[in-house]
């Protein structure tokens, strides 16, 4: 199984920038597509962004543009550049690789 620790969340002002990393253990890591999603209080957790093994990436409509998914498979970890932060993004910030555990998760609080 791939562990994931996720870090970088804090509290940041609407228009504001923040980088989420997450820490992925094992070998195979560079085999999985890897996703970050996010849950808001009294919501669903919902896909972000996503990138495949080969790099290819996909966004959630609400963050296009604004946010950016990346991958360094020396370092077992992915990112999310944040940009543009609006009140709406607050949320926790979860990583994933399919069929492991969940990590704990990076509270992300855009308030002025």
């Known amino acids: 199984q791939v562990q994931l620790v996720e870090s970088g969340g804090g509290l940041v002002q609407p228009g504001g920038s923040l980088r989420l990393s997450c820490a992925a253990s094992?070998?195979?890591?560079?085999?999985?597509?890897m996703s970050w999603y996010r849950q808001a209080p009294g919501k669903q957790r919902e896909l972000v962004a996503i990138?495949?093994?080969?790099?290819?990436?996909n966004y959630a409509d609400s963050v296009k543009g604004r946010f950016t998914i990346s991958r360094d498979n020396a370092k077992n970890t992915v990112y999310l550049q944040m940009n543009s932060l609006k009140p709406e993004d607050t949320a926790v910030y979860y990583c994933?690789?399919?069929?492991?555990?969940w990590g704990q998760g990076t509270q992300v609080t855009v308030s002025s």
């Open positions: 990138i495949t093994s080969g790099g290819t990436t």
């Open positions: 994933n690789a399919p069929n492991n555990p």
């Open positions: 094992g070998s195979i890591f560079r085999f999985y597509a």
